[in-house]
């Protein structure tokens, strides 16, 4: 079992920039790979970032270049790094963890944290 805390989440306007932060605990062999997704209201669940402990990372390509996922194994913390919002980022963001190596894995994750929101708006 894995358990996931997020923070970090608020109100940014468009261009600005927020980081978001998640704390696992739990099994270790369960946080293989852990990410982000997001949901906004009416649209699918989304991939936004993950890394495995390869370092092998993952990006939506609507993200690219302008977020940066980090982990700290020591720690075992996953974060966010998102700059250059737009308010099509708005959206609730999810912190995931899965035993698996695939950082594309479909079906999504084994755990989910309760989501941040993060809201880009002037």
């Known amino acids: 079992q894995v358990q996931l805390a997020e923070s970090g989440g608020g109100l940014v306007q468009p261009g600005g920039s927020l980081r978001l932060s998640c704390a696992a605990s739990?099994?270790?062999?369960?946080?293989?790979?852990m990410g982000w997704y997001r949901q906004a209201p009416g649209k699918q669940r989304e991939l936004v970032a993950s890394?495995?402990?390869?370092?092998?990372?993952a990006y939506a390509d609507s993200v690219k270049g302008r977020f940066t996922i980090s982990r700290d194994y020591a720690k075992n913390t996953v974060s966010l790094q998102m700059n250059s919002l737009k308010p099509e980022d708005t959206a609730v963001y999810y912190c995931?963890?899965?035993?698996?190596?695939?950082?594309?894995?479909?079906?999504?994750?084994?755990?989910w944290g309760q989501g941040t929101q993060v809201t880009v708006a002037s």
């Open positions: 995931t963890a899965d035993s698996s190596w695939d950082t594309r894995k479909s079906g999504g994750s084994d755990y």
């Open positions: 739990g099994t270790i062999s369960s946080t293989n790979t």
């Open positions: 890394q495995n402990r390869a370092g092998v990372t």
